[in-house]
């Protein structure tokens, strides 16, 4: 990418079809080092862009193919993957387990698994206490991963991965209710 003047993009290489896809994940885990997941399979890449071009490496795939898949970055710099199906945005093969790559090893671990399915448009977000929030997933779609609380408004369900602990919070619309699930 040169951007001066009008600035300039210069094709580098193409990725092979195994590797890309519109529904996979990526996550930039280290300066320049990009892991790339899911989408058209279950494979993983990790593309490092430091030097004058890019170099593409396979890693380990994860245990299942995950379409719309997300990718946050743990504070160790692992990643950890949540959400997805085989087929876009159905629910066919889902995942909902959390799987953790760790790029000292290039291994993904399978950890707590989540009670929805989380699919097309889910965010995954890492909190302060170093668990991460899964929530939305499945509109339009096969699910709403929505609920109805009396009067109010519809609110979005969310998991909770303590990764940690290996637990996964349930039920964060209901705090009354909530349920826990050791993996």
């Known amino acids: 990418i040169d951007t001066a003047a009008s600035g300039q993009l210069t094709l580098a290489g193409q ?15 280290r300066s320049g080092k990009i892991l790339q997941f899911g989408g058209n399979s279950n494979g993983a890449v990790v593309i490092d862009i430091t030097g004058a071009q890019p170099v593409v490496t396979p890693m380990a795939s994860m ?19 949540t959400g997805g199906s085989a087929v876009e945005n159905q629910l066919s093969d ?27 448009h889910s965010t995954a977000l890492l909190l302060p206490d170093a668990s991460v929030m899964v ?27 303590d990764l940690q602990l290996g637990l996964v919070l349930f039920g964060q619309t209901n705090p009354g209710n909530d349920a826990y699930a050791k993996a």
Do not use: C, I
């Open 94 to 120: 889902v995942n909902t387990s959390a799987e953790v790559w760790d790029p000292a090893t290039g291994q993904w671990t399978v950890g707590p698994s989540g009670l929805r399915a989380r699919l097309y």
């Open 135 to 161: 929530s939305g997933g499945g509109a339009a779609g096969p699910l709403a991963n929505k609920h109805t609380v009396g009067r109010l408004a519809s609110v979005f369900s969310g998991d909770l991965y």
């Open 63 to 81: 245990s299942s193919q995950r379409q719309w898949v997300s990718g946050t970055v743990l504070a160790d710099g692992r990643v950890v993957a």
């Open 15 to 29: 990725f092979s079809s195994t590797y890309v896809g519109w529904t996979s994940g990526a996550a930039m885990y």
